[in-house]
């Protein structure tokens, strides 16, 4: 016991205490005055969990168990002069004497020098209890002490800190926190609450509770996983774990690896961990790992999906034991949220040595934009956030160092084209007045637009120049092999991560104990499991081990394992009612984007009757650029992009809700057809714009004397710029991705910032030792289940861009790199200082997003393909140039005039003809022709306006180049994945190294363990001691005597 000296004022206090009836010496007294909402003021003797809480006025005193120790922590660290065990206070009530709890209040209050009587248990007649109402009717300075005061006697004591990740006795890690508020009309809610943690108890988690100081209402439940119960469900889980450490010798030299040193970080920060082999944990052969300290053997991500773990498969009522897991009940407001913590501030390291800070580290070398040329310090980000969140973080840094060479190489393309600008023989022609200037075109649309000279889009056939070049055919070619490289070079990092994080043997079969609860919820029915339908012996074991067999729907004794399943006449129909949704939602898509096509029918004309006398074309230098093709384009585009977020908001909902009504099996399932439908989706809403501009736009549009029109309505369709579509692909690519990107980084980054600063305004005036850790992480964001499924689609999308249409636009690499490089940090700092801790999980790879990425890169070559055939002119001019060259030069004099054919304009209908007034005054009787952009024969030839041979030349041309190019990168596609391994010879190496040494030290572990127990029982003089499970140096002791 500790004894604190205390003034007469204590001495009454305690007297008064005396006659309260939650005495210590009577066994019931723990249970008189429960906390609101708590199940049960004792969590069970075999756990050493009494509390007691009293609750006076509207103070909320912080809750003391017989385990803790009432002496003062430091920091929150554990004091062993002044602890006391929690086996020893078991059935001796006389350890928890009064006294000291009356000792301690009053230190309490006497440290906070203040008049202000704690309880209504006073002796003095005039202390009133200091409630927040009365507070809040003070002003000023008074009001700030007043609240001062109240918080400052909440605690034990003013040198400890409540910024700690452990329980009040500073030895128990806090592994997860539940938070709930009190409800008045909550008595549902607090028998469900009263049942779950009653049930957390028998599976032997063990819990304290904390109050929120900042409103009085919300309660913190903090869990702690005992050694037991992380070893059990180690065991289960298969977690893998050191027994050796890595004997085979790093010989990964990197030539010139000096040139690397300025991007590097430091050693301990990118090998936070010793390398070791691992084997997968089993708790009867707990001294075969390499167990040094039984407290610090499971990394915080570890014990954090253990017990989430028991928390999603824990059942909260007893009439239903259906009804179970903590997201069912934070769905119904049971509990607010679950969280497990950080393990310190971001911006400084905790005082607390035995925590590590790594949140700060992290901080300062992967989350600060001032890193943005440094590696990631992957390994510690596995370790603090969990090999799913880790994987993602490698594939993201490898795209963005692939797309270095992508980029590298579309600077190159777009320089060529900067550099051929003055060769360019056609943009000569069409800005000469001697030719462009006496060509007169067709009018572009029925009555509204009238006829115009060639000379007119000098300006967009310079500027389609840069992308429409020989270097394009070159880089389309250059990107269906880099995607190979990318895709090829991943599995290989892959591959290597893998060994690295001990996932090798990481399938998700075996993870079918990991059911899904709500599909163990919702599917009543039993059959026998066909691939462990076998009988299977269980020991006896502790309450714990029965406890966890009987969440994980094992018997006692004897069991034919039986597992949940869906009916096929249930899935068939939940199956094609989702398909129903997902067409309807792309059909509606589609629809959409025909609006669009139809807004740039109709304003197309409007535009061209507006701006033919806009001042605008008085500008020097963007008089020229602004046409009526252009603000068509660029108004389309951005409604287009508006029409895009608008339907993904309403569709991540629809997603999300058929993919529940599916009811997947596994989580893995479950991400996987929820993956399926939003790319489906996010493909036809982001990209189907791009392929109208370049696969529809100006190739049906008849001519002059029989135009097409739009669904047989008064809406003609568009016709290209004489310069081509490319330039308009251009400039769609552009705003759709560009304009994606920002919109994505601001919605990351500003609008969880914008919350925080919001929900955490109240506690910024809090004194920094009473903001408790729990408190902090829980005024963060939530990051939800489908997170990490979104930062993935993002960067797909992007993926889709520089590769489905990177033909059209060699810089677009460029932009990805731009914005992967600010996206890195961006995330990092989200993760880190934004974002409550999330639960750690495993996965081996990215999933189904690597066949989206492989379906994506086989249909980037065929769409390239086209566009450098039939959107670019790279095909005409090339069989122009060798087939058709009147002078037999190689040259592309007179591509214009022999790509542009003849029409009367005496045969145009009247529909079609302009109206008078929307001629421009150059214009008059005397041109009787007008010439469009086709390949026809010209009026009173025998074959007036069909089709020339040239025509059919260049489409045959046009299909050959689509074979040849399809087949030439496919073959070296296949030929470079066949080419490069998928998985390094030195990691075959090491696999095969940490397996033969696996099979073998069990061996010899077994015929040891033999061994000494043969030698035991014949000569009964071993010195050693009994292995008593889980003794930590049972594995040095029992070497020593073998």
Known sequence: MVHVGHDSSCSSYCEKQDEAPWTASSPSAWQQHPRPGDPSSTLGPQHGMNRITRRTGGDTLIEMSPTESY??????????????????????????????????????????????????????????????????????????????????????????????????????????????????????????????????????????????????????????????????YADVLKVKVPFKANDIPDNSEIPMNWLSTPFRLPDLIMHPEPDYFTAPFDKDKADFFLIDNKDTFFSPSTRNRIVFYILARCPYTTEDKQKKGIKRLLSNGTYTSAFPLHDSRYWKRTRDPNCESERFSLYNHWATFLCFFKEQPLNLIRKYYGEKIGIYFA????????????????????VYGLLTYEENDWSKDICSQDIGGQIVMCPLCDKKCGYWKLNSTCSSSWQSHLFDNVGTVFFAIFMGIWVTLFLEFWKRRQARLEYEWDLVDFEEEQQQLQLRPEYETKCTNRRLNRITQEMEWVLERTTADLVGKVLLCWASIVLWEMEPYLPITSQCARTCLSGATVLFWISLIIACIIGVIAYRLAVYAAFASIMKDSPTNDL????????????????????????????????????????????????????????????????????????????????????????????????????????????????????VMTGKQVWGNIQEALVPWLMNWWGSRKARNHPESLYSRWEQDHDLQSFGQLGLFYEYLEMVIQFGFITLFVASFPLAPLLALINN???????????????????????????????????????????????????????????????????????????????????????IPEASRPEPNENPAWFNSSYTTCRYRDYRYPPGHEKEYAHTMQFWHILAAKLAFIIIMEHVVFLVKYFVAWLIPDVPSEVKARVKRERYLVQEYLHNYEVEKLKHQLIGDSHNDCTCPPMIYPSLPTHEVLSECL
């Open 71 to 232: 002496a003062d922590d430091n920091n929150g660290h554990h004091n062993p002069s002044t602890s006391v065990s929690g086996s020893s206070q078991l059935g001796q009530p006389g350890l928890l004497s009064l006294p000291a709890v009356c000792v301690e209040s009053c230190e309490s209050l006497n440290g906070s020098q203040t008049s202000v009587a704690h309880s209504n248990h006073s002796d003095s007649p005039q202390a009133e209890p200091l409630t927040l109402e009365r507070i809040n009717t003070l002003t000023g300075r008074w009001r700030k002490l007043a609240l001062f005061l109240k918080f400052r006697s909440r605690i034990d004591k003013q040198t400890q800190s409540k910024d700690s990740v452990f329980f009040r006795d500073g030895v128990r890690r806090i592994d997860f926190i539940l938070s709930y508020v009190e409800d008045k009309d909550g008595e549902r809610k607090q028998e469900r609450r009263r049942e779950f943690e009653a049930n957390l108890q028998k599976a032997g988690l063990e819990l304290e509770t904390e109050d929120k100081s900042d409103d009085g209402k919300t309660f913190f439940l903090k869990i702690h996983a005992p050694w037991e119960v992380l070893a059990t």
């Open 395 to 414: 594939w993201l840094g490898f795209y963005t160092e692939m797309l270095f060479f992508a980029a590298v190489v579309g600077v190159i393309c777009f």
């Open 620 to 735: 020097h230098v963007v008089g020229s650029l602004i046409t009526p093709q252009l603000a068509t384009s660029v108004t389309a585009s951005c409604i287009n992009f508006v029409i895009i977020m608008v339907l993904n908001l309403m569709y991540e909902r629809v997603a999300i809700w058929i993919t529940d009504m599916e009811i997947p099996k596994t989580h893995l399932e479950y991400e996987n057809k929820l993956t399926v439908k939003m790319f489906l989706f996010q493909f036809v809403n982001y990209y189907s714009s791009c392929f109208y501009v370049a696969f529809f736009k100006g190739k049906f549009v008849g001519y002059p004397g029989d135009y097409v029109y739009m669904f047989r309505s008064s809406l003609r369709n568009e016709e290209c710029d004489p310069g081509g579509c490319l330039i308009e692909l251009t400039t769609q690519l552009v705003i």
């Open 821 to 907: 490089i600010i996206e890195v940090r961006v995330d990092a700092w989200k993760f880190t200082t934004q974002f409550r801790r999330p639960v750690a999980s495993k996965a081996h790879s990215i999933g189904a997003w690597q066949e989206i990425l492989n379906g994506v890169a086989v249909l980037s070559v065929v769409t390239n393909a086209f566009i450098v055939a039939f959107t670019s002119d790279m095909i005409p001019r090339l069989v122009y140039m060798y087939a058709y060259q009147p002078d037999g030069e190689m040259t592309m004099k007179g591509y214009i005039n022999d790509s542009l054919s003849i029409f009367s304009i005496a045969q």
